[in-house]
């Protein structure tokens, strides 16, 4: 059985930890298989989604700088008040603009009339598009975008300028140059914070290395294609990709770079250190370990109760068993529910009322002598059991066999917390046997060991019974005390002997017995001295009584005659033997062979 249960242990632990061991496998290689995908993809993502940050950032400001004009139109900006509400108005544009690296507002004559950030004027002749050129176009300029240059501006990061012209309300045309900060729009938009971003024009140049320390050493020797030939040959061959190069992860996007007089084409690219790749990847191996190390701690656990739990079912089997063989060679036992139903019983049980076949479970107490050969009315029996708690008694329950069985009884209620009955355990013991010993030896102990009839002491307490009553129920009704005696009975045994003289006190035993009553009781009170009691009988029913005694013994002719004398017994039992002795006394001297009644 408990190897069984160790069995099942084994089963369901496997299939509790199966799925979860599985899981934590598949976890891993997912790990193993994808975490370098994973990072190449969101490499990828970032490029994609800094271009589109440039692309929207470009957008904003072209059609910004499309309706500025109509806003121009109703400031002078020859007057102090003009120029006032210019720098106002450029003050809001730069708060609104994230990346907004310079504003810049020229008359005609190249002269600054807004100056926020440094001077752009040297990257306007860079875009091979002259001033007074610049004046004269309605529609927003892009002029290129540029990278910085340490020898001329004490900035590094690279920057690119959007021009157009503007008239105010005097006609006066003015060129409005907007310079943006590639290098601070990455960071928004960035898939990740340990991603570098550069930006590298068409011939391999870097626009912006996402290092504003290294910018300032730019040299022919330290462009992106002499830095990265191989990568730099693979990016011109596709339009996007990754590649793992000199330690690290690099993802590209071929974009269009804003230039005069048309956009040229560019790169954007993501660089990721392998050692931050391989740190997470890492990381994530430890995190499934500590899953691992959990799960199979939880596990542990779990086969540690269980453990327990079998053990506790083993040691409570083995308790059950000797508690049963233990029960069972005791007492026939079974429990009750509070409604009289048979929840439990005993091997006992069954075997003393001959139950073997039968499944009690859910009967009623009072109904198994319908199931039972040995019991003949074990219904007629009420037990009281929902009124008591604790009761012990002797029983005589009716069987087929021999006339009957005792058994002690005894009850117990188990009660729950309210104190109100839930179940009563019922045990029977057979005390038949005892019984029969127990009366044997109450004869012995009350009649007389020659005769059978009651003795002395037995006589005695008979008395004082039938008195005591008269005492406590003075018209319950008279009862009658006759002292009889044999006639002559020591001739009798001088003449025939001990022998012959026990045997004539044996026949006037038997025949007094014979012709009394079930309700009058016989007893010898020593020798040849004999007393009968006559319950609920009067003095001159008493005198028949023992004048038919009389009669059988002359019929049979008997070889002896008795005197006898009757007295009513008064609550005074020494009072009634004395008065049935007066009339003995008195039909003795009166010739004997003769009964005398004393009526005071």
């Known amino acids: 059985m408990f190897k069984q249960a160790w069995v099942s242990v084994f089963v369901i632990n496997c299939l509790v930890i199966l799925f979860p061991l599985y899981s934590i496998y598949e976890h891993w290689r997912d790990i193993e298989n994808t975490y370098e995908w994973e990072y190449r993809e969101g490499a990828m993502l970032d490029v994609a989604l800094t271009e589109q940050a440039i692309s929207s950032t470009f957008r904003q400001v072209v059609l910004l700088l499309t309706h500025l004009d109509k806003q121009i139109e109703s400031i002078d900006l020859s007057t102090n008040t003009g120029k006032r509400q210019l720098e106002n108005l450029t003050g809001f544009i730069k708060q609104d603009f994230k990346g907004l690296y310079s504003l810049h507002v020229f008359n005609n004559q190249q002269e600054p009339l807004i100056e926020l950030g440094e001077s752009v004027l040297s990257f306007v002749d860079q875009s091979q598009f002259s001033f007074h050129q610049l004046l004269t176009e309605k529609t927003p300029v892009k002029l290129g975008t540029f990278p910085a240059h340490p020898q001329q501006n004490s900035s590094t990061d690279s920057r690119a300028l959007i021009a157009t012209s503007i008239i105010d309300n005097n006609g006066s045309p003015f060129l ?327 045997s004539i006190i044996k026949n006037f035993a038997q025949t007094m017995e014979k012709v009394c009553r079930e309700t009058d009781h016989v007893s010898r009170l020593g020798g040849e001295e004999f007393a009968i009691i006559f319950s609920h009988t009067h003095i001159e029913e008493a005198c028949i009584a023992v004048e038919r005694i009389r009669q059988v013994l002359t019929e049979a002719e008997a070889s002896y005659t008795f005197s006898a004398g009757i007295a009513t017994i008064t609550s005074d039992t020494t009072k009634s033997f004395t008065l049935a002795d007066e009339a003995l006394y008195l039909a003795k001297n009166s010739g004997r062979n003769r009964t005398c009644l004393n009526k005071d």
């Open 176 to 502: 409005f140059v907007i310079g943006l900060s590639l290098q601070e729009l990455f960071p928004s938009y960035g898939y990740s914070s340990e991603i570098t971003r550069m930006t590298v024009n068409e011939a391999g140049e870097f626009i912006s290395t996402g290092n504003s320390v290294y910018e300032h050493f730019q040299t022919a020797d330290s462009s992106f294609a002499a830095r990265y030939p191989q990568l730099w040959q693979q990016m011109q061959e596709e339009t996007k990709g990754s590649s793992f190069y000199q330690d690290h992860w690099y993802s590209y996007l071929k974009v269009t770079v804003p230039a005069y007089p048309k956009d040229s084409t560019g790169y954007i690219v993501s660089k990721f250190a392998s050692k931050n790749l391989d740190e997470y990847h890492q990381e994530r191996l430890n995190a499934l370990t500590m899953r691992l190390v959990v799960l199979l701690f939880l596990d542990a656990i779990l086969i540690l109760l269980l453990s327990n739990i079998i053990q506790i079912r083993r040691q409570n089997t083995l308790e059950k068993k000797l508690f049963d063989v233990a029960v069972d060679n005791l007492t026939a036992n079974v429990i009750l529910n509070k409604n009289g139903k048979i929840t439990r019983y005993n091997e006992g049980f069954r075997t003393m009322f001959d139950l073997h076949d039968i499944d009690l479970t859910g009967k009623a107490i009072d109904s198994i002598d319908q199931y039972s050969s040995y019991l003949d009315n074990f219904s007629s029996f009420n037990f009281h059991f929902d009124s008591l708690e604790h009761w012990e008694s002797e029983i005589l329950l009716n069987t087929h066999q021999s006339g009957g069985m005792t058994a002690l009884f005894k009850l117990q209620s188990v009660k729950d917390e309210y104190d109100e009955t839930q179940y009563v355990v019922l045990s029977f013991t057979d005390i038949s046997e005892r019984k029969v010993y127990e009366n044997q030896l109450k004869a012995l102990s009350e009649k007389d060991a020659m005769t059978q009839v009651w003795n002395r002491r037995k006589f005695d307490e008979k008395l004082q019974e039938v008195s005591g009553s008269l005492k406590r129920y003075p018209d319950s009704g008279a009862s009658c005390l006759a002292i009889l005696d044999i006639d002559h009975f020591k001739g009798i045994n001088d003449k025939y002997g001990h022998l012959h003289g026990d």
